[in-house]
């Protein structure tokens, strides 16, 4: 039980602290201040936690968190390269 209540913890932090950054790229489309490859890395380890979630765990609360977490950090990390790549050839365009 007590498991369960700090992995919901651990889910609405997780919510809350990525869910700003999302909604500010979205909003200005502009990443330039992210590092890739830091956000490459979260991803990584992301991934590595979800799978260990789903192959070493039935938990579904610790699934349910893992899998928030990875989403976001896919999502930053799109935001992150579109953005930049939009940035990039909107600069090469002659006007």
């Known amino acids: ?20 950054q999302i909604v500010k790229c979205l909003k200005t489309r502009q990443a330039e201040d992210l ?4 956000w490459i890395l ?3 380890s992301s ?8 192959l070493c765990t039935d938990s579904f609360m610790l699934i349910f ?7 976001f950090c896919l999502i930053i990390l799109i935001c992150a390269i579109v953005f930049r790549k ?10």
Request: hydrophobic residues 45%; aromatic residues 14%.
């Open 1 to 20: 039980m007590l498991e369960n209540v700090l992995l919901g913890i651990v889910s609405v932090c997780t919510f809350i602290s990525y869910f700003p």
């Open 35 to 38: 590092s890739i490859w830091s």
């Open 42 to 44: 979260w991803v990584v």
């Open 47 to 54: 991934v590595s936690y979800t799978l260990y979630a789903l």
């Open 65 to 71: 968190e893992t899998c928030l977490e990875l989403g």
């Open 86 to 95: 939009n940035k990039t050839q909107k600069g090469t365009i002659k006007e």
